[in-house]
């Protein structure tokens, strides 16, 4: 009876795989927000304000309403009702800008919108949105770099729940640290960093009575229903949110933005549907950006080097509206073992616009600081680097006071020294040279966390031999429709070019956010318990079907295994494939749903599970022409099992070419006059580019962690941006002599 093949007899995890959804990027049938197109579709502009704290005293919209095509112009007197939002349990609700738009006449960062014009076409409603004259009373905009704490209690609201400022304490920082026979104490700075992804946020709302589907350019479509069904007073099943295919977002669309509630309050005001894509500048605005970050860090040691004391006290930047938390000490009480230990933490309100999570949030300028400072310790000890970080391993998460589920840091160190050839370093700064361009060497450690989301799954088998996995979580350029087209196809052996992944729908099972590098582990047992349970129904059509080889014997008699079921003592011998058992009964499909439960914010984990890894970089430097190149990079990352190879260098390579920008690139400058982030343009805020990328080698090790899910993989999307600018700020130092402590590394700080 079957003729077909249908198994792969090697497993597609772990392996490189090229994307299931290329060819419809490369040929342009993906559709991204804004192709998406709908009868008598408007579109909306929205007005930003032109200072950054005050209030709008007077808004003309008289030329602008009138001009031809103009549909509406929204503003606080006409857009109707919105309600707040409030977080709910778990990872539901989160908005980082809870003020629905134009609540009231005060403004508090440049570019908040404050009026919307809809119209006929894109160019229309651009020039009525000029066209709209808003009148203010300016007060001085605070955007001071120098960040001093703001008086505020011991414990403090965050969008991420209650925050104790006095994060993390053991032992006697103080007094060790007063004690301690070498000591380092440094600030560090990072800059204001704007998310620069390809696609700009857009969004197209359309209303069915009273029912709203959102097209929209998400990282978390299950959370930004939640969020637009509470602002809209309308059951959760009434909204709808759908994301087929994102052009990056890097944090920048983990949580809804103002945006949204715009489109939709548009959209019901006209009665058509309304789209609306930021234009570049606007994306400096309000939807989101890294916040600027001031870390002291004091470190204690011996004289070998064994750590004795470290504090990590550090303030970041909020606006006056958000409560994003700037995570910057999570890594400190475990990265390395130190008996006396303190993290704390305060913020200062700024006149900018909402805060946000950007690729590592965190995690990313902390561990820029404390490996930065462990550098300058190696140095100041005259230690090598690595020797310093091998001698201060710890054996468990000296923070939590757990276990690791699995940590091979030291593997990691030894790996990246041998494949960069960190042995034939010669540790005097300027002493390294290369065809008449002076060599600069440096590395760090990093790490990420792991964890699971909640997340669901549908698989469907069909009867032509497909089959459809099927979950609301999104693909946001990493790689999430072909890791699970992967995991459906080692479940059911069916080939990956005959699954079909459907995801970015609310309509489906729930998925987990595109976040915090979180989605992959999440989806794994969610996606395998999906689809045990579609071939747990194929076992009984098996023994009921009449004519079925199988009607003599027990469902679990019977094994699953390459698309084919077959009696289990039979050694494989006489299997029959399920899309010939489906024919026979006359079926289209079986289905199984599957459910995986969050251990994101477990209050009582067994293990401390984290990902890690450690960077080598080498920079070039001409001093005669103060030319800086980072010219090569060794990555290694330890994060459990790699589902796929190909995507996973891709990951850890981009983040590393994005860590380039943070070293020697990004920062976003506002202006102390207006409060305007004023190189708000891809000519003026500089990312790197190809002509920056330096030769990135990567290496995973391979060690499943069975803790995060059953194929044992962690995540990647973040890690890789962990510890780079360290690595490259001391290789920047080893070249020039020039330690930088405030990011980024400009021409004019080595010019000394
Ligand atoms: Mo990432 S900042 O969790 O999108």
């Not at 778990?90 to 809870?98: L, N, S, V």
């Not at 130190?338 to 965190?362: H, Y």
């Not at 729908?505 to 987990?512: A, F, K, M, R």
Request: glycine letters at 10%; aromatic letters at 6%.
């Amino acid at each position: 009876m079957a003729t077909e093949q249908a198994s792969p007899t090697v497993s597609i995890i772990g392996r490189d795989t090229v994307r299931v959804d290329g060819p419809r990027k490369v040929t342009g049938v993906a559709q991204y927000t804004s192709d998406f197109h709908f009868p008598g579709m408007l579109y909306a502009v929205p007005v930003g304000a032109t200072i950054a704290n005050g209030k709008i005293t007077k808004l003309d919209i008289t030329t602008a309403e009138t001009m031809p095509g103009v549909q509406a112009i929204l503003h606080r007197g006409n857009i109707g009702k919105i309600f707040r939002s409030i977080p709910g349990p778990g990872f539901a609700g989160i908005c980082e800008e809870r003020r629905p738009p134009f609540e009231d006449d005060v403004v508090r960062y440049y570019g908040q919108y404050i009026a919307l014009a809809v119209a006929a076409t894109f160019e229309t409603a651009r020039a009525a949105a000029d066209a709209v004259r808003a009148t203010y009373a300016a007060e001085k905009a605070n955007v001071a770099m120098h960040l001093v704490a703001d008086d505020e209690p011991d414990e403090v609201m965050t969008t991420f729940g209650p925050r104790k400022r006095l994060d993390n304490q053991r032992g006697d920082p103080d007094a060790a640290f007063a004690n301690a026979p070498v000591k380092l104490d440094q600030t560090y700075v990072t800059p204001f960093e704007t998310h620069n992804p390809l696609e700009p946020h857009s969004t197209t709302a359309v209303w069915e009575g009273q029912t709203l589907t959102l097209y929209e350019s998400s990282q978390g479509v299950v959370n930004l229903r939640s969020v637009l069904a509470q602002m809209f007073g309308l059951p959760i099943e009434q909204v709808r949110v759908i994301t087929k295919f994102v052009g990056s977002g890097f944090g920048s669309k983990l949580w809804p933005w103002t945006l949204c509630p715009l489109a939709a309050a548009a959209a019901r005001q006209v009665g058509k549907p309304v789209r609306l894509v930021l234009p570049r500048k606007m994306m400096f605005h309000a939807v989101g950006h890294r916040p600027l970050t001031q870390q002291r860090v004091r470190l204690g040691a011996t004289r070998e080097g064994k750590l004795i004391s470290l504090h990590h006290d550090y303030i970041y930047t909020r606006s006056m509206l958000d409560a994003h938390h700037e995570d910057c000490g999570e890594a400190t009480p475990f990265q390395y073992s130190v008996p006396n230990l303190r993290v704390s933490f305060g913020r200062t309100k700024r006149n900018v616009g909402g805060g946000a999570d950007m690729r590592g949030p965190g995690r990313v300028p902390g561990l820029y600081a404390t490996e930065s400072a462990l550098n300058e310790l190696a140095r100041q000890l005259n230690v090598d680097p690595v020797q310093l970080r091998i001698m201060n391993e710890p054996k468990i998460d000296e923070g939590a006071k757990l276990p690791f589920s699995s940590r091979h840091l030291l593997e990691c160190f030894q790996l990246g020294s041998e494949k960069f050839g960190w042995s034939k370093r010669n540790p005097a700064v300027g002493s390294m040279k290369r065809d008449g361009l002076t060599l600069g060497w440096g590395m760090a450690g990093c790490s990420w966390v792991a964890a699971r989301f909640s997340a669901a799954a549908n698989v469907q088998l069909r009867d032509d031999g497909t089959c459809r996995v099927a979950s609301a979580t999104q693909d946001i350029g990493t790689g999430t429709y072909t890791i699970l087209a992967q995991l459906a196809s080692e479940r059911t052996g069916v080939p990956m070019d005959k699954v079909e992944v459907e995801l970015g729908d609310t309509s489906l099972p729930e998925g987990p956010l595109s976040g915090g590098s979180i989605a992959t582990g999440s989806v794994v047992n969610a996606v395998f318990a999906a689809a045990d349970e579609a071939i747990g129904s194929l076992k009984m059509i098996a023994v009921s079907t009449p004519g079925s080889p199988f009607l003599n014997h027990k469902p679990d008699e019977l094994e699953f295994k390459d698309g084919k079921i077959f009696v289990k003592n039979d050694n494989g011998a006489n299997g029959v494939l399920f899309s010939d058992l489906l024919r026979r009964a006359n079926l289209r499909m079986v289905s199984g749903n599957g459910q995986s439960a969050a251990t994101f914010g477990d209050p009582k984990p067994k293990f401390s599970t984290q990902s890690f890894g450690c960077h080598f970089a080498e920079v070039t430097w001409q001093p005669e022409i103060a030319r800086l190149r980072v010219s090569r990079v060794v990555t290694v990352i330890d994060a459990g099992k790699i589902i796929n190879t190909l995507a996973g260098r891709n990951q850890i390579q981009g983040a590393v070419v994005m860590g380039v920008g943070m070293a020697l690139l990004e920062r976003t400058e506002y202006d102390p006059q207006n409060g305007a982030p004023i190189n708000s343009s891809l000519a003026d805020y500089l990312v790197a580019v190809n002509a920056d990328a330096p030769a990135v080698e990567v290496h995973f090790l391979d060690y499943p962690d069975k803790e995060i899910n059953q194929v044992g993989a962690r995540g990647i999307g973040e890690i890789g941006l962990a510890g780079i600018a360290a690595a490259i700020t001391d290789a920047v130092h080893h070249a020039t002599g020039v330690r930088v402590r405030e990011l980024p590394v400009k021409i004019e700080d080595l010019l000394g």
